[in-house]
């Protein structure tokens, strides 16, 4: 029997978290088949509950978000209509909006995850304490964002509590996700993290496994790019002696590089 798409994900998070070196126990287990939205539990105080809008289905927001990425003729367009988008239930429980900073056209791409909670009150990915590693990461192969790097996320609203995204989460936003790849037209992608990893790569495989290796990837448009998973900034904060690995991954992103001049 096929697994609905929730379970797909738990399967993920929980693999995800045992990448991290995280000790899941039992593991999350998979709530009954998709529903229809429910009443929210009681939100804590000063907590908003996210919950997508109930006029439309699943298949038709994300249909909303692959028409409006695909109407979109530049970046500063789609940066707009992600922020008018209503499709993703993560938005109810943000603060902001946040979307992407750097340089556009860059020719050098990092897609992590998700906002947490420092990108939720400023707005900008990757600006709180893994953000300041990523900086120094990048700065170590002669990249900033402030010269030759555009860095957003697979998905656009901080989830509660900094959980990992889940699945349709993910699916409302990987139309605007591929639609930016298309208009900065990157020469190599970073993707930072086994959730951006995964959710690009349409895989269950860990990011232990997936970094360090250079595949191409394609958008719906036809846009190809070398891509090069590696580990989030965050998980190197708690367990610094996995930096050497991501080192090794940005000295193969730098001949790369280097190749293609």
């Known amino acids: 029997m096929s697994q609905s798409a929730t379970e797909t994900a738990i399967e993920a998070l929980n693999a995800w978290w045992r990448d991290m070196g995280v ?11 998709h529903k229809p939205p429910q009443a929210a539990r009681p939100a804590s105080k000063g907590e908003r509950v996210p919950q997508r809008k109930r006029s439309k289905r699943l298949e038709d927001w994300i249909e909303d978000a692959r ?13 707009s209509a992600i922020e008018a988008f209503e499709g993703c239930p993560l938005r109810a429980g943000a603060n902001k909006t ?5 340089i556009e056209g860059a020719p050098i791409m990092v897609i992590g995850e998700g906002a947490g909670g420092t990108e939720d009150q400023v707005g900008l990915p990757f600006v709180g304490k893994a953000g300041k590693l990523l900086d120094k990461m990048l700065a170590a192969i002669d990249l900033s964002r402030a010269t030759n790097v555009f860095i957003t996320n697979v998905t656009y609203w901080r989830p509660p509590g900094n959980r990992n995204p889940e699945a349709d989460e993910l699916a409302v936003c990987r139309p605007f996700v591929d639609r930016m790849i298309e208009l900065n037209a990157p020469k190599l992608i970073i993707s930072a993290g086994g959730v951006s990893a995964k959710s ?6 860990g990011i232990m496994k997936l970094r360090g290796k250079l595949v191409d990837y394609t958008t719906p448009g036809g846009l190809t790019a070398p891509l090069m ?17 991501a080192w090794r991954d940005l000295l193969a992103v730098k001949a790369q590089l280097d190749g293609m001049a």
């Open 23 to 33: 000790d899941v126990g039992e593991g999350v287990s998979a709530p009954p088949q």
């Open 229 to 245: 998973p590696t580990f989030h900034p965050a998980y190197l904060l708690r367990r610094p002696q996995d930096k050497s690995r």
């Open 200 to 205: 690009l790569l349409n895989t269950k495989t």
């Open 98 to 102: 946040v979307v992407y900073d750097g």
């Open 67 to 79: 028409q409006s990425a695909a109407a979109a003729t530049s970046l500063t367009d789609l940066k």
